[in-house]
């Protein structure tokens, strides 16, 4: 059995403009010069496209109406949230109805037995950070784009920098509600801690980039909030000694929260960006380093024993920050890089790669030389301990057609190398529209047949967010 | 598009078992009376039937063979490891060629910087635990049979007791090679800790119950060996009350490894069984707890909060064991739950559920009420701490008749119990064979049908293990 893709789409007409108005009312239907810029493009996918119409919903049943309508009408519909995502997963290549998730933006329940907290799709990951910190409980993944939606991050399993200790995103999602392409409503998982009863929707919708269902509402796994936590910010005479130790770090007992690297020119771009100093940027890189516990005898006793490693390693010093001033000195910093970086030049584009995590040295060596190869500034920062990396390619003053035919060449190199060392094309970005031509090559034909089949398993007329990921 | 499954198989004639012997040799492929008993049945699914052939394997390669001749000729094929299944996955229901993996059993490589194992499919859980452990290193899974292979054991999701801290079989699945029904390989996942390239075929292979694809090979992530864990034997008055105990237990900021219960009749099974005392049997309720951690101190601290808990919810006493003949006294009784109850009857069927843990006093109490109410001799024990029961229904001296009528009524009254509870239809032991319809009744037709579609999607002929999980 072949199974093809539609592109044969209905343009949307005035009668379904009439659909949507009757649904929703006049005042959250917007079309033509009303739709706002932000809804043509996310935050770096170098793709645009504005949308037929944006429609603010409130409630699943109102998605569910939506997606009925469209199914039966053939008509491309994008889900979306705060659009802060990086490879262009939230822009409608194929027009159509766009449908906003924001304002579905309700903390449901916390249920203390049970350790979850129910949310809708458009709470932002800082509001859930402080809810559930509030009540004295923890939600692990941390993402850097704070202002993401979470409905988006579990579409992307973004995992952010606790995924050393804590996992990913999809490890803490225990169920969701899911609006269908053909509208029907569905709940995968639940506050369950265990689940043997059938595929794992819940886990194949995770990181689906809105491809296969509009998530409604999620329910999250909590944890007790760690007592303590403490940061060390670690400088070394060069990068190199810096990643050399962190395989070392993960053979201990001692399991950071955190480990992240970082090299002297985005240090000097963030306290640039900022206006701040940053504690130290004498060095030519650094590790910066978490740890959360329970007491203070254990989390001294663990950064101990990898501040010793540390030092056997070649660390210059070991600076501690105790003290939550300390502390948001440097994260303020950290969580600024990107944009900092982006601050530094007139365009730019990145790489999400994930390498095991021995194989991180190797690859950041790669791309500190690739800056003399193609003769272009080049800047990394990213999860040194969970081997993914943020790799930015900066346009500065090239013309037009010099940038795309250098970002292409240094993008194929990247990903090549990403491959030889048994990497992956993301770790945390997805893959979008801007990515799939590096998925392509590396999966081949045999895998992508299987992913194609996967997506018209649940969108048999291909009108959720079409042209993205495996298309 | 409506898709619909291939009922009309080719059966096994001389010409495709010459094809068999001619790829895997005469003495690696049985037919007729040569196969094995055991072959046609798992542990307690309550079904039986005999394939047509059984091959042995020893190779990706051989069973890519074998899954592409079988694809052209339209043959089931149903992989297979230990056989210690408990609702018949891996029984063939429509005969054909039954691939035994159990002989594909090396540990291929520890790779200590990533902190992954790589195996195939034969190699038992116990061999696993033992491997690494003799590294200094530790897989968390722990399901109650250890005999298990881990192909089968990934292919059920089955959790195991350490769910509560450190989850599922699924969170400890970084990679696997599969081979799809048409006989290409592919692998998904890697040595990588974060991974959004495209969506999750490592995440949906993980408890398909062999429906999906074969795995022929995974990549588990490991821990470093927790140096230190003791264990709690917490006698209460009655269940009730040790079950009430563990939300706040949850609650409380010393997450233990596994919290268990169990009832005395349970225990007296256990002690006749194995002809061996259990430290105590004087009261009717237990609630059974692992703590593990890197020092005596930490752990120390952990346990003694949660005793105190226990106490003042009217726990009776708390016995430590803290040395390895204490632990094994306690947890080597436990391991033989299922078969010492097993040996009490004549014959016994199971149940599954999971629910969410706040709810699990509910269901237990309902689960003996059941027994009188049913007239039949109901036992149950499991994961209190993450709300995944198994409950035992025993058919004692009951005839043929009398049972599957009495076991039909008891399963669908606590699946409808389990359902009101926001619970599921099995927490670790899978769907298989046996448990279809309560599946079919919590989910209905519009999420079945998607799984359906997932199904044809790997296996558009279905033919890799027909007659299971959501047909």
């Known amino acids: ?134 009540h004295d409980l923890f939600y692990p993944p941390d993402p850097g784009e704070k202002s993401a939606t979470i409905g988006g ?38 506050k369950v801690v265990k689940n043997s009863s059938g595929y794992s929707i819940k886990d194949i919708i995770c990181g689906s980039e809105g491809t296969l269902g509009i998530i409604t509402k999620a329910i999250l796994k909590l944890l007790p909030l760690p007592k303590k936590a403490i940061s060390l910010l670690v400088p070394f005479p060069n990068l190199e000694k810096a990643i050399n130790t962190v395989p070392k770090i993960i053979k201990s007992k001692s399991i950071p929260t955190a480990i992240e ?15 701040k100093k940053f504690p130290d940027n004498s060095s030519d890189a650094y590790l910066l380093l978490t740890f959360d516990g329970n007491s203070k005898e254990q989390i001294e006793s663990d950064y ?57 040295a190797e690859f950041v060596k790669f791309t500190n030389d690739a800056q003399k190869q193609f003769n272009i500034r080049i800047r990394s920062f990213g999860h040194a301990g969970d081997g993914n990396l943020h790799v930015y390619i900066l346009r500065d003053d090239l013309s037009k057609a010099e940038w795309d035919k250098k970002l292409s060449d240094v993008f194929d190199a990247m990903y090549k190398k990403s491959q030889e060392l048994d990497g992956l094309v993301s770790g945390e970005h997805g893959i979008g529209y801007a990515k799939r031509k590096y998925l392509f090559r590396q999966y081949g034909n045999d895998y992508m047949q299987l992913m194609k089949n996967i997506k018209l398993a649940f969108d048999p007329k291909n009108i959720l967010n079409p042209g993205k990921v495996c298309e």
């Open 1 to 134: 059995m072949e199974l093809t893709y539609t592109k044969q789409y209905k343009k949307l007409d005035d009668k379904d403009i009439k659909f949507l108005k009757d649904l929703l009312g006049e005042d959250r239907v917007f079309t033509g010069k009303d739709i706002n810029d932000d809804f043509s493009h996310d935050e770096l996918g170098g793709v645009s496209k504005y949308p037929d119409a944006v429609v603010n919903v409130l409630t699943t049943e109102e998605v569910s109406k939506i997606m009925a309508y469209a199914y039966e009408n053939t008509i491309p519909v994008v889900g979306r949230g705060s659009g802060t995502g990086l490879v262009g997963s939230s822009v409608p290549v194929e027009g159509g109805i766009m449908i906003n998730l924001t304002q579905m933006n309700k903390i449901v329940e916390l249920d203390e037995e049970n350790l979850t907290l129910t949310v809708e799709p458009g709470v932002l990951l800082m509001e859930i950070a402080k809810f559930v910190e509030d």
């Open 261 to 275: 690297f970082m090299q002297r020119e985005v240090i000097l771009a963030a306290e640039e960006f900022l206006g």
């Open 304 to 360: 101990e024993k990898v501040a010793d490693i540390c030092l056997e390693e070649g660390a210059l010093d070991v600076y501690i920050s105790d003290t939550d001033e300390r502390k948001e000195a440097v994260w303020s910093a950290r969580g600024a890089f990107l944009e900092a970086v982006k601050a530094t030049t007139t365009e730019m584009d990145e790489c999400d790669v994930v390498v095991p995590r021995n194989k991180v």
């Open 153 to 190: 991050n579990i579409s992307t399993n973004a995992g952010g920098m606790r995924a050393v200790k804590y996992g990913v995103t999809r490890d803490y999602v225990r169920g969701l509600e899911v609006v269908l392409p053909n509208g029907k409503v569905i709940e995968a998982g639940g």
